[in-house]
Nanobody, 120 residues
């Protein structure tokens, strides 16, 4: 299993910055990719950013140029640097990992979520 713990959420004014961090523990060697998702009340969880074990990244269009995902393999952490925040970025942000269980199956693991609120 993989355990994920997020930190770094909070309240910020529009145009400000926040940095989210996700600390992973457990079967780290089996992680294929780490992602950030976000969710607002009444809506489905939305993909925000991904980083693979190879360091490849991709982002949802709405955050490109503003958010940066990075990982520290030595510390087993994945961060999301969020700049130029907008009120529409307000959501609960979740860390997610995709873990290879065996050659045929993968498992999704989620953190508990951290609230990000951007005031206008």
């Amino acid at each position: 299993q993989v355990q994920l713990v997020e930190s770094g959420g909070g309240l910020v004014q529009a145009g400000g910055s926040l940095r989210l961090s996700c600390a992973a523990s457990g079967r780290i060697s089996s992680v294929i990719a780490m992602d950030w998702y976000r969710q607002t009340p009444g809506n489905q969880r939305e993909f925000v950013a991904r980083i693979t074990t190879g360091g490849n990244t991709n982002y949802v269009n709405s955050v490109k140029g503003r958010f940066t995902i990075s990982r520290d393999n030595a510390e087993n952490t994945v961060d999301l640097q969020m700049n130029s925040l907008k009120p529409e970025d307000t959501a609960v942000y979740y860390c997610h990992s995709l873990v290879r269980e065996n050659p045929f199956t993968t498992t999704d693991y989620w953190g508990q979520g951290t609230q990000v609120t951007v005031s206008s």
